[in-house]
């Protein structure tokens, strides 16, 4: 990346970040219902991820997705609003926090069922390629996806498929509540497994918004050249707890603060200033980046609440919900 | 193109029709390709279309159902086969949560317009997994359309709806019918999705049956027409969009019903169409409602226990004939 390409990076970063406190504090007035589950700490591998890519890829998320919606183009409004149950909602307010989809850029959804997305993004890579479009797809997922079958269906029939897919794992060292390695037979749950695939695997650095860009941009070439798909571990750690309900207790207080160091906005800010890039300009964006989000906070609050009738609308294609003709 | 085609020729010719119309019909599945799949269902199909277009799975029933999910999502229109409906259960993931619920929970922004096909049912001596009725698993989820044709022509022309369907479809092909022949439709056949059939008029009872059961129903017609009781026999051909409309007017007529269902009892989709009714056609009713459907119990391997626990013609014409005398 260059100063220009990392500052606009930074300041995405500096968005999502935002706006997930955001987020946290309308929960906290009762304003945003259910659950959120933050990916702070995780923003480096979304939009690392995205700069790698062409505007017309597709991306798969988890629950833990709202910082893959935004940098693929949904806009805080547009996100906050479906958190808060508003029509102007991203999904229309069916959605919610854990299902945030923009289908027109390619965010082709955020799905609950740990691990379910994968075999899709491969179904996804295999559409493109036979349409012949050179698109690719890029499936996020988390360490404890890389347990459940339907992680290596995907990974098999995308290595004999050869398709452009690139299954990207945000490894924050514990699936809920468990440490991962307690319950995976690698160390590395994700990049150990590549090899029983005859793909490559690589770990990256997830705090690092150039190494992830690096990384993807290098597979994702691959992976369009028609060379099939790769696995890669990138290593990060999420600032809060899994969900809104989770104090995270369990996890060491002296291995939280080694990471709360490592946060990929200051590993950023300070690859920034090693670039030349003043120390101005860079709080410059995070003053953008403030007046954005503030904005969004007050817009997506002004959005009016979904009309009841909603509810019996999008089953089917025609828009209806009837099972009877 | 013959004028007598089989059910299992029927399948292929049906995907055979769509895949020449319509370029972005794909399917995958296993053992589809050369070997032309385990029933003979997509037996051609590889040679006309190529690899590009028919492409052998390994076995991972996530992969084949999550894979067409995302393709029918960008663009493509695939049909995947699931070699036997109770196979089902391995993908059921993308069956209850996932295919049904992305067009709802996005607010409408992504159709998944894809089939899932499958060998469904009993009769042919299988053991429990691979032979039980599973249509009522499906039924259970909204956001699934169901297609369950009983002849070589509805085959043909609810395969040209199914796949032509932007919403997903789950098409169960009756195993005990492959063999079955019947007439050869005509170029473009389409059988819309959600109208029944009345296949037999009568004047005394209303049989609603689907897929295999439809020649039971109807062989029970025959038995019951030499005692001088008319059935009417409604083919319901889909369980999602359900044709209440048919079911209701041949009640209006006949004023009894029975469903014949080879799914257990226990959760069948015949007590749904007596539930509707119930509700909505009870005026109609001169007599209770009677479900023929199968025991509640995992299907069994010999002969004797088989037919103890599907419907048969006998099981059929007995209950009838109670309700006659009501
Ligand atoms: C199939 C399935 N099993 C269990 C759950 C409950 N659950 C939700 S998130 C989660 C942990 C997932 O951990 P990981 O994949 O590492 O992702 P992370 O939350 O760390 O981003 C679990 C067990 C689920 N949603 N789906």
Same mark, same amino acid.
């Given at each position: 990346m260059d100063p220009a390409e990392l500052l606009a990076a930074y300041e995405q970063m500096a968005v999502i970040r935002r706006t997930e406190k955001a987020a946290h504090d309308l929960f906290l007035q009762g304003l945003v219902k259910g659950t959120t589950h933050l990916a702070a700490g995780h923003e480096a591998i979304a939009v690392g991820a995205s700069a790698a890519l062409r505007p017309d890829d597709y991306v798969f998320a988890t629950y833990r997705g709202h910082h893959h919606a935004m940098a693929r183009g949904a806009t805080p409004e547009e996100c906050l609003a479906e958190l808060m149950s508003r029509a102007t909602g991203l999904c229309k307010a069916k959605g919610g926090s854990m299902h945030l989809t923009k289908a027109a850029t390619g965010m082709l959804g955020s799905y609950a069922i740990v691990g379910a997305h994968l075999p899709m993004a491969a179904g996804a890579a295999w559409s493109a390629r036979l349409r012949g479009t050179e698109q690719i797809a890029v499936a996020f997922f988390g360490d404890g996806a890389t347990n459940i079958g339907a992680f290596h269906e995907a990974l098999n029939l995308a290595a004999v498929w050869k398709l452009p897919v690139l299954f990207v794992c945000e !490894? !924050?060292?514990?699936?809920e509540y468990t440490p991962i390695a307690d319950v995976t037979a690698v160390p590395r749950p994700a990049a150990d497994r590549a090899p029983a695939y005859g793909i490559p695997g690589e770990v990256v650095d997830g705090n690092d918004v150039v190494a992830v860009q690096e990384a993807v941009a290098r597979f994702a070439g691959r992976a369009r050249a028609g060379d099939g798909p790769a696995l890669l571990e990138a290593e990060t750690y999420r600032h809060?707890?899994?969900? *809104? =309900?989770?104090? =995270?207790?369990? *996890?060491p207080a002296e291995e939280v603060e080694r990471w709360l160091k490592r946060d990929p906005l200051d590993l950023a800010r300070g690859r920034l200033v090693a670039m030349g890039v003043s120390q101005a300009v860079v709080s410059e964006a995070d003053d953008r980046a403030t007046a954005v989000v503030q904005k969004a906070v007050e817009a997506a609050k002004a959005g009016p609440a979904p009309d009841p009738r909603e509810a019996l609308s999008d089953v089917w294609a025609d828009g209806g919900a009837a099972w009877r003709t | 193109m013959a004028d007598v085609i089989s059910y299992r020729e029927a399948v292929a010719e049906g995907i055979a029709r769509e895949m020449r119309r319509d370029p972005t019909v794909v399917c995958l599945g296993e053992d589809i390709g050369e070997a032309g799949g385990v029933f003979k269902t997509t037996v051609g199909l590889r040679k006309e279309f190529g690899p590009e277009r028919v492409w052998d799975t390994p076995i991972s029933e996530q992969a084949i159902v999550g894979a067409a999910m995302g393709a029918a999502m960008t663009g493509m229109r695939p049909v995947a086969e699931i070699m036997f409906s109770d196979f089902l259960a391995c993908c059921w993931d993308y069956l209850a949560n996932e295919i049904p619920k992305v067009r709802y929970m996005t607010g409408g922004q992504v159709t998944v317009p894809l089939v899932v096909r499958t060998a469904n049912g009993g009769g042919l001596g299988f053991g429990a997994q691979h032979s039980q009725a599973t249509e009522n698993w499906a039924f259970t989820i909204p956001g699934l359309k169901i297609a369950a044709p009983a002849t070589p022509a509805d085959v043909i022309g609810m395969m040209a709806a199914a796949i032509r369907s932007d919403d997903p479809v789950v098409f169960f092909e009756h195993k005990a019918l492959l063999a079955t022949k019947g007439a050869t439709p005509p170029p473009d056949h389409v059988v819309e999705l959600g109208r029944a059939a009345v296949v037999r008029a009568g004047a005394d009872v209303t049989l609603v049956a689907l897929a295999s059961m439809v020649p039971v129903a109807l062989k029970a017609a025959d038995v019951l027409a030499r005692e001088g009781i008319e059935a009417e026999v409604v083919d319901l051909r889909c369980l999602v969009p359900l044709d209440m409309s048919t079911v209701l007017a041949s009640l209006g007529r006949t004023s009894r019903l029975v469903t014949v269902e080879e799914n257990p009892y226990q959760g069948g989709w015949g007590a749904t169409v007596v539930s509707v009714v119930a509700d909505e056609?009870?005026?109609?009713?001169d007599a209770p409602v009677r479900r023929v459907a199968g025991e509640c119990v995992p299907l069994p391997f010999a002969d004797a226990l088989e037919e103890e626990v599907i419907p048969t013609v006998d099981k059929v014409v007995a209950a009838v004939r109670g309700l006659a005398a009501y």
């Open positions: !490894n !924050n060292l514990y699936m809060f707890g899994h969900s *809104r =309900a989770d104090p =995270a207790t369990y *996890r | 056609g009870f005026a109609l009713l």
